[in-house]
């Protein structure tokens, strides 16, 4: 049984463009969440999809953007990359409590 | 308010036990969680435990958790090279949706 996928694993970007970033969630979790961790630090929420609706959003500003889909897919989406935005983008797959991470994806901005 | 803290270094002797020390401050969290994470990669889900619950054990591994003082901890029996890693304790805040996590634990098992 695969976890949580997550594409790519690594993305190089320059400053004021766009990246999606794609997760699959573990089979039969239907809710899919997205955090941010910066080097050295937690991660920090981002927001959770389900049922394809946005349900929860953390401190983050309307440049991070999210989509789930009817397989229970996601993506984010980041417009306008800034130098802060470099981190480990991992996406979180639940039922009932139990939350299972993928590997992530490393973003560098530059 | 939002708060997971945790302590930043532990340094352990290969076979004694470690424990990795969380406080929280949600009172209404339902679940907590222990996460492991070794360099360049994500989060390994070791153990969770749900609110009404005092102590859970998993082979190697103790949680154990006083809600009276928000305070959760992990022991790790027999301690090995392979537990190097940060620790990350988790709440899920607010009834559900969003994990709150300390800033990690580094776990340092010398020989």
């Known amino acids: 049984d695969a976890g949580v996928t997550q594409s790519p694993t690594h993305l190089i970007k320059t400053r004021g463009q766009q990246v999606t970033l794609r997760c699959s969630p573990k089979?039969?979790?239907?809710?899919v969440s997205w955090y941010q961790q910066a080097l050295g630090q937690g991660p920090q929420f981002i927001f959770q999809?389900?049922?394809?609706?946005?349900?929860q959003r953390g401190n983050f500003p309307d440049r991070f953007s999210g989509h789930q889909f009817p397989n229970y897919s996601s993506e984010l989406n980041v417009n306008a990359l800034l130098l802060g935005d470099s981190a480990l983008y991992l996406c979180?797959?639940?039922?009932?409590?139990?939350?299972?991470f993928g590997s992530g994806t490393r973003l560098t901005v530059v | 308010g939002e708060d997971v803290e945790q302590s930043l270094f532990l340094s352990v002797r290969e076979g004694d036990s470690s424990v990795i020390n969380c406080t929280y401050t949600?009172?209404?969290?339902?679940?907590l969680y222990w996460y492991k994470q070794e360099p360049g990669a994500g989060l390994q889900l070791l153990t969770y435990?749900?609110?009404?619950?005092d102590m859970k054990q998993d082979q190697r591994l103790t949680v154990l958790l006083n809600k009276k003082d928000k305070h959760l901890s992990l022991r790790i029996a027999d301690t090995q090279t392979g537990d190097s890693a940060i620790y990350f304790c988790?709440?899920?805040?607010?009834?559900?949706?969003?994990?709150?996590f300390g800033q990690g634990t580094e776990l340092s098992v010398k020989p």
């Open positions: 979180a797959s639940s039922l009932t409590g139990s939350y299972t």
């Open positions: 089979s039969g979790h239907d809710t």
């Open positions: 999809y389900y049922e394809e609706e946005e349900r």
């Open positions: 949600d009172s209404s969290s339902t679940y």
């Open positions: 435990i749900f609110s009404n619950m």
């Open positions: 988790a709440e899920l805040y607010n009834q559900g949706g969003k994990l709150i």
